[in-house]
């Protein structure tokens, strides 16, 4: 199974994308929305684990940010987003917006603690997040049925039990 991961960003009014891929196999387990530890440092990969985490970071802080970035001053989001979505250095951005490096990493924290606190209190992304996973439910369902042609009512009374958690959620 491979995972893409897509960050979005604008710089110079151009929206630009990079991507990263994660595999999936039986010796190295591991999902994009949790990383399980325990498969991974028995494997002996410290250096895999990291990477891992690390993509899970950025996506954390890509959703958060897409759901609550707006809400920053237009000074924080210029510096959050040269640190999270465009990947530059602290030295880099630093040096651009003429402030010291510690300034930026103290301003970086400071958005990542608001950006949490606005989760904390909206939940709009674990929502979100939910919502997604019951929408692939649905969408695994009906693969399931377009291969068999069986069990329909069984089928539709999933759909609606998923659709209920839906609409709770909402």
Do not use: W
């Amino acid at each position: 199974m491979i995972f893409f991961l897509i960050r979005r960003f604008l710089k110079n009014n151009q929206v630009l994308y990079s991507s990263y891929v994660l595999r999936q196999s039986d010796s190295f387990p591991f999902t994009l929305q949790s990383v399980k530890k325990k498969y991974l440092t028995t494997l002996g990969c410290s250096s895999n684990i990291t990477e891992v985490m690390k993509v899970n970071e950025i996506l954390e802080q890509a959703l958060l940010y897409d759901f609550y970035g707006e809400l920053l001053t237009s000074h924080q989001k210029e510096i959050y987003e040269q640190f999270v979505l465009e990947d530059l250095s602290l030295s880099e951005i630093a040096q651009d917006a003429g402030i010291s490096r510690q300034g930026v990493h103290d301003l970086v924290k400071r958005c990542q603690k608001i950006l949490e606190g606005y989760e904390e209190k909206l939940h709009l992304v674990r929502r979100f997040l939910s919502i997604k996973e019951n929408v692939h439910e649905i969408e695994a369902l009906l693969d399931q049925y377009e291969k068999t042609k069986q069990n329909t009512e069984e089928m539709i009374a999933q759909i609606r039990k998923i659709s209920g958690l839906i609409i709770e959620e909402l």
